[in-house]
């Protein structure tokens, strides 16, 4: 048992949906968030930067004390893991695997497809994972205007169905019956998604996903937490006001207190 918070990072803001999912599933557990809201987007840069900025962050959370460390962000999960684990010594989770997993057990025709940021598509993470679990056939797709819109929070526009409309075209051809939301903000979208897709394609959240693995690691290692509600604690690198805005549509719930720090270098 350990009353050390869980350690959360994202580029920005939509790593709540993953913070939602785990005060939803283990509301004994504290959450310490980072969100590198100076820096972001992470979706359309290099692997290498990504990497260095998830280092960076990762190590602002271990330094609070956190007792593990989750990247909610799906660009930072596909390519930062390893350096991750390597450095930090706190059991780490991405939210690629979970994903896959959840996707390889409810596809019933071994088809998925896959949408993400340009990052993660190109990193082939999903692509891996669901192939090393058996999934025969994975179509991937980046859909990146998807991040936008629900920053702008246009959740159920005409313009954003359109959107996924063309983005799972491509997928819905070659016969998917599984689709993994593999971005922080595709979840937010999950009504329009069913509306475009119909009831015959299963969706996997990677945020819910991910919550059911937290608890598996904590519960390993024996640091899961009994007793009273956990509290949440939120940390961003740019100023907190438009996070602030925008955070409740992702959590759910107003955020007041936020507060801004400096991680890494920022030219
Ligand atoms: N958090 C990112 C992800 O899940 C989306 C936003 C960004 O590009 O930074 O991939």
């Known amino acids: 048992m350990s009353d050390a918070p869980v350690g959360v990072f994202d580029s920005g803001v939509g790593g709540l949906t993953v913070v939602r999912a785990i005060n939803r599933l283990l509301p004994a557990e504290s959450v ?42 799906n660009t930072a999960s596909s390519v930062s893991l390893p350096v991750l684990r390597e450095t930090l010594g706190v059991p780490v989770l991405g939210v690629i695997l979970p994903g896959a997993e959840m996707a390889a057990s409810v596809t019933e025709n071994g088809r998925v497809g896959v949408i ?113 509600s956990g509290d949440n604690r939120f940390y961003v690198s740019d100023i907190p006001l438009k996070f602030q805005e925008i955070a409740q549509r992702f959590l759910g719930r107003a955020v007041p207190l936020v507060t801004q720090i400096q991680v890494g270098r920022y030219d």
Request: net charge negative; with cysteine.
């Open 116 to 228: 993400g940021t340009h990052g993660t598509i190109s990193s082939g993470a999903y692509q891996k994972a669901l192939a090393d679990l058996g999934v025969r056939a994975v179509s991937a797709q980046p859909a990146p205007l998807l991040v936008p819109m629900v920053e702008e929070g246009w959740l159920d526009h005409p313009i954003t169905e359109a959107i996924i409309l063309e983005y799972t075209g491509p997928l819905l051809r070659e016969g998917i019956d599984t689709l993994v939301l593999g971005c922080t903000h595709y979840p937010l979208l999950k009504p329009l998604f069913r509306k475009v897709l119909g009831g015959g394609v299963h969706l996997v959240d990677s945020a819910e996903a991910a919550a059911l693995k937290v608890r598996e690691i904590l519960d390993e290692n024996g640091l899961r937490r009994d007793g009273t």
């Open 32 to 73: 310490l968030y980072f969100g590198d809201t100076a820096r972001l987007p992470y979706g359309s840069k290099s692997p290498e930067t990504v990497i260095r900025f998830s280092l960076e962050n990762a190590l602002f959370l271990t330094e609070k004390n956190v007792k593990m460390v989750v990247a909610a962000c």
